[in-house]
């Protein structure tokens, strides 16, 4: 707890400060006491009490108060060095050191007890504040998997019971199709469900992330080769420079985000212009950037898209005219899969219109021998 009045956020401060602040006082009122009057020296020795009263808790304070009255007494009061007090001012005084000393040590409890019901209360607040996001984003799960998978489920369904009742009388290039359509809507609840996967798990706090030497290009090149398989029809440019340092990262991390963030690209932009993966390196940063040219994003939500769930509505809708697919989670992936490896991921416009998705990472320190890759 962050309670400056709490015991225990003190630790062995809250044992040696008291000593500290009551031998200070009692050695500042021993060397002035020819100086200082009685009720002078009186408010020193009630200041010491009440800076000690901020870390001991009501009865050892008033205890200590008290034992420190009757040394008070014994050592300034006359007659000195006895507990008998002759004039009546002086007791009244010694009285009311005490009752001043314990009335102080009673409102530091009160307020160290406020203090902890505050913590207690903020504590319960986060838990029921966190309690309200987990229901939020259960609701939002089911909501988005009820209507994202189970689209493509049926699907896959019907296109495969089509193919069973007319698996013999179909002719071969309609169950070709039906096979296509199932094969795609696999592919897509498969992408679906490993980045909901993913995101659990780099969201876990215990995360184990595998960082080994990669090689950029052996990335893209992997992340490409299997693009064009699957988008035949899809233009993929790379433009990357000799000589890019070796990344320090995960590589199936890696490669799971630049395949978001191409499929991304492809479903947003027309069939007939390309895809470009550049990248460059600026200040010990490596900047690896896929730019379509679709129908961009509008500035408003160039953040929030890489939020969970978050979709763009309108401007953002594939330029086929067909339904929006995935359940706006690979985003989300991405920036989760660039924090693990420090770094950002940033949207710009392309010019001449479409987006730009551009991740930036740290280069580290390049291994000097071979050895080193295998390590």
């Avoid at 050892?60 to 008290?66: E, F, K, P, R």
């Avoid at 002759?86 to 307020?111: G, N, P």
């Avoid at 440019?237 to 985000?257: F, G």
């Avoid at 929030?304 to 989300?332: H, K, S």
Wanted: glycine share 6%; net charge negative.
């Amino acid at each position: 707890m962050n309670n400056p009045l709490n015991v225990d956020s003190f630790g062995l401060a809250s044992r040696l400060l008291p000593a500290i602040v009551w031998v200070a006082a009692w050695g500042l009122m021993l060397g002035m006491q020819d100086t200082l009057g009685l009720g002078n020296l009186a408010l020193l020795m009630v200041l010491a009490n009440a800076v000690a009263s901020l870390w001991l808790r009501p009865v050892v304070s008033i205890t200590i108060s008290a034992l420190a009255v009757g040394l008070f007494n014994w050592s300034f009061v006359a007659p000195r060095f006895t507990l008998t007090v002759d004039l009546r001012q002086d007791f009244i005084l010694l009285a009311t050191m005490l009752a001043v000393s314990s009335v102080i040590s009673y409102l530091m409890e009160l307020k160290r007890r406020a203090a902890d019901r505050e913590v207690k209360h903020q504590l319960q607040s986060r838990v029921a504040h966190e309690h309200v996001q987990s229901q939020q984003l259960r609701n939002m799960l089911l909501t988005s998997i009820s209507h994202d998978y189970r689209t493509p489920l049926t699907t896959v369904i019907s296109s495969s019971s089509v193919i069973i009742e007319q698996a013999s009388r179909a002719p071969a290039s309609e169950i070709c199709q039906l096979a296509t359509i199932i094969y795609e809507e696999a592919c897509q609840l498969h992408r679906m469900t490993t980045n909901t996967l993913q995101l659990a798990r780099l969201d876990s706090p215990k995360v184990d992330i595998t960082f080994n030497w990669e090689s950029v290009e052996e990335i893209l090149g992997t992340v490409c080769l299997r693009s064009r398989r699957n988008h035949p029809m899809r233009t993929i440019e790379t433009r990357l420079p000799e000589h890019l340092p070796l990344l320090s990262c995960d590589a199936v991390l890696m490669n799971q985000l630049f395949d978001n963030l191409i499929d991304n690209g492809l479903r947003h932009s027309e069939t007939t212009t390309p895809l470009l993966l550049s990248a460059t390196c600026v200040d010990k940063h490596l900047y690896i950037s896929v730019q379509d040219k679709g129908c961009g994003i509008p500035d408003e939500w160039k953040s929030r898209v890489f939020d969970i769930f978050q979709r763009v509505d309108t401007v953002a809708r594939p330029v086929d005219g067909g339904a929006r697919r995935g359940i706006g989670i690979g985003l989300a992936v991405c920036r989760a899969i660039a924090d693990v490896h420090g770094g950002t991921l940033e949207i710009t416009d392309t010019p001449g219109g479409g987006t730009t998705v551009t991740l930036c990472l740290p280069i580290a320190e390049q291994p000097r021998h071979p050895l080193e890759l295998d390590a």
